[in-house]
């Protein structure tokens, strides 16, 4: 992790922003969630003076009420600030190999996908080898992203008001009869998504079409993309899927180390897909 500057007007700096970045950073260092007096102690603050700080950063959205409502995460700016470094970089010319090797391994096609504000986008695809192919909706799906296993894999680690947001812009459009429709089923989905470390798309997009998701982390631990795998449905078996399972995890830990992300999580690694 990059040293901080030094800090106070002595340095040029003005010291409302030393100390908002500071949080920010505080906060990261905490793995993106923590409790006021935690952050205030561990920056050298005062609660009030830190609270004001906090209110502030919340009110531009990086940083947002966590889950219990008795603690501070990352919000989603950081996220869009992120995904924009990340796109100055050339996120798809930096995921090209492992797409590439994860269609070589599978055979499927494959999706690598961002959210850009709530529009779900994506950004490199990769056909299948089969003779039998699925079209898993390349274009035109900026408003699936409760649908598809890309928007699944990122939408489940976004704060519940980032979440509360894309739904309110976008709605929960019914793509076939298996897409979900309901906020609250679609909470319990995402949840799920978070156990087990990947997304599933049961014919929820694209009628015939199954989709495994798996979320890309740069060296924040954000979520700055993702990438899926299709299948036909007639494919998908149990072990298909399960094979399949193995190398996208493989492939989205591989790719989020290159980007900086701490540690490998072995996501899904002991659980099949029918156990879930």
Known sequence: MPARPPMGRDHG???ALDRAFLILDVMADAGGEAKLTEI?????????????LISTLHNWGYVARGPNSRSYVLGSRILHLSAACLRQVDLPRRAQSFVDR????????????????????NILRREARHAVRVDAGFGGNANAAHAAATGKAILAWLPPSELDRIVADKG???FTPNTITD??????????????????????FRPGVICLGAAI??????????????SPAFRATQDYLDQIKVHLIAVTDELSAELGA???????SIKSIAAE
Not at 40 to 52: F, I, P, R
Not at 102 to 121: H, P, R, S
Request: charged letters at 20%; one cysteine or more.
């Open 13 to 15: 700096g003005i010291q």
């Open 40 to 52: 205030a102690a561990t920056a050298g603050l005062n609660v009030s003076t830190c609270h004001h």
């Open 102 to 121: 994860l269609n070589d391994q599978t055979q499927e096609a494959v999706q690598l996908a961002i959210m850009q504000d709530t529009n779900l986008v």
């Open 172 to 174: 929960l459009t019914a």
């Open 183 to 204: 906020i609250e089923a679609l909470k319990e989905e995402l949840r799920l998504t978070r156990r087990r470390g990947f997304s599933i798309d049961r014919e929820e």
């Open 217 to 230: 982390r740069d060296h924040a631990g954000a979520v700055v993309g993702s990438i899926s795998v299709s």
């Open 262 to 268: 701490p540690g490998a999580t072995l996501r899904g």
